[in-house]
């Protein structure tokens, strides 16, 4: 049976990070890696193919190039945990067990939970930036547009980058309105299973005024349970007071974010919080598995309460590499992650919102301006820091020596 000092199960945004960290952190620490996936892409850059700003060969790099020095890459996938043995079985057979776990999976993409969505996909109008294969067509869309219903959702369960169902929006709205006929012809409606346009107050003002300014329709508590492709309907469960009601909104483009939880192998797993989710049950400060001391997670299968960003990766790695070290050096655990996370809220072609927040939702700006703005010099960073810091050292490692490292991502 292989074993492993410290075996990270998922090499996306969080695992990379995390391993890159470890290394640079104690290079004598013996570090694997299972995942099973020969690319890697940087996902907050799909907005951006669905706004026809970057093209999707952009945001991708292959796997092998990102795996740190000295780190073992095992290319399989996890079928199993079981935390007792300190071990895990891989989708080809193996097991292998570990000194420490990190579990790094991300979230699984339910579209399987709105009727007649898969099917409709990627054809008529149906489009999704969360769909790697589907944010080229969501240009597509937005440019072959010329009138009628444009259509953007958001579903009930936590998902990844709360902003970007909206950020798509305003950058489609915008091309609309380049256009004087197709503008007069066009409604533009947010339709979303939340209450309001943001779950943070103090960004959700502005929103509230970019939304008033272009004229967007909102309609809260709307869920998407339907797509009728042939028809060009979408069906939506509305809540008023206790009861539900049916709401059927044409469309002639139709931008959807399906439901998320974690995947189903972390979900049946004694790992998972009970409920719904299936997340890791982790301590929301520390990052440490609250039943198996030698099991931490972060990133967006953790169940840490932060908004789900590569951002928000960035503040949870350097505390989960402090508490690992200690945890393997028998020391207290005293690193503490605030629920930091960012969103660069896009509100239009060069407008961006630079939305960061902790826990509390108490604005955390790493840049000494009003963050509540939107700032042509925010959709710089959006779109050509952000992505060279990601690349060139969030997933080499830098910030493992802070416990918490502000802003970017
Ligand atoms: P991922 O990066 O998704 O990695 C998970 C890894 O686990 C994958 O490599 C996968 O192959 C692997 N895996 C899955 N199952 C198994 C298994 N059984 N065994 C082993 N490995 C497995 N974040 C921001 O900060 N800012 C933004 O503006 C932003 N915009 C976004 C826009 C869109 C459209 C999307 C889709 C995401 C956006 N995000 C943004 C969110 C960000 O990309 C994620 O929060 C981040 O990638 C989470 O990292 P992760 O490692 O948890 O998950």
Not at 3 to 32: D, K
Not at 110 to 126: F, H, P, Q, T
Not at 355 to 369: I, L, Q, R, T, V
Not at 380 to 387: A, D, I, Q, S
Request: proline share 7%; with cysteine; aromatic share 10%.
């Amino acid at each position: 049976m292989a074993h492993h000092q410290i075996l990270i199960i998922g090499g996306g945004t969080a695992g990379l990070t995390a391993a890159s960290q470890l290394r640079r952190a104690r290079p004598e620490l013996e570090v694997a890696i299972l995942e099973p996936s020969r690319d890697h892409y940087y996902q907050p850059g799909w907005t951006l193919v669905g706004g026809g700003v970057f093209t999707l060969e952009q945001t991708h790099r292959l796997e092998v190039d990102l795996i740190p020095e000295g780190v073992v890459w095992i290319h399989d996938a996890v079928a199993s945990f079981d935390p007792d043995a300190k071990a895990v079985r891989t989708a080809a057979g193996a097991t292998i067990s570990y000194d420490v776990l990190v579990v790094a999976t991300g979230i699984k993409l339910c579209w399987d939970r709105i009727k007649g969505l898969s099917e409709a996909l990627g054809s008529n109008g149906v489009t999704s930036n969360y769909s790697r294969e589907h944010a080229a067509y969501t240009w597509q869309t937005i440019q072959n547009f010329q009138g009628g219903n444009a259509v953007f959702t958001y579903p009930e369960t936590p998902i990844k980058c709360a902003g970007a169902p909206q950020k798509i929006m305003y950058m489609a709205d915008d091309v609309f309105k380049r256009s004087p006929e197709v503008a007069s012809r066009s409604s533009v409606i947010y339709a979303s299973a939340t209450p309001g346009i943001f779950g943070i107050p103090v960004y959700a003002e502005p929103l509230k005024k970019v939304v008033a300014r272009r004229g967007i329709t909102t309609k809260f508590l709307h869920t998407l349970k339907e797509v009728r492709a042939a028809s060009k309907e979408a069906v939506f469960h509305v809540k008023d007071g206790d009861t539900t009601r049916e709401e059927v909104i044409s469309y002639e483009m139709l931008h959807v974010t399906p439901p998320m939880a974690a995947p189903d192998v972390v979900a049946e797993s004694p790992l998972a919080v009970s409920g719904p989710g299936g997340w890791v049950e982790v301590d929301k400060f520390t990052t440490q598995h609250v039943r198996f001391p030698n099991v931490f997670s972060l990133g967006d299968v953790s169940s840490l309460p932060n908004s789900k960003t590569a951002a928000a990766v960035r503040g949870q790695a350097p505390v989960l590499v402090a508490n690992l070290l200690a945890f393997l050096d028998q020391r207290p655990l005293e690193a503490r992650y605030d629920g930091y996370a960012c969103c660069p809220l896009i509100t239009g072609y060069g407008k961006t919102i630079m939305a960061e927040f902790d826990y509390d939702g108490n604005p955390k700006p790493s840049f000494p301006c009003d963050p509540t703005k939107e700032r042509w010099t925010m959709w710089v960073v959006k779109t050509k820091l952000l992505p060279w810091l990601y690349w060139n050292r969030m997933l080499k490692g830098y910030g493992h020596e802070r416990q918490f490292m502000p802003g970017v991502s």
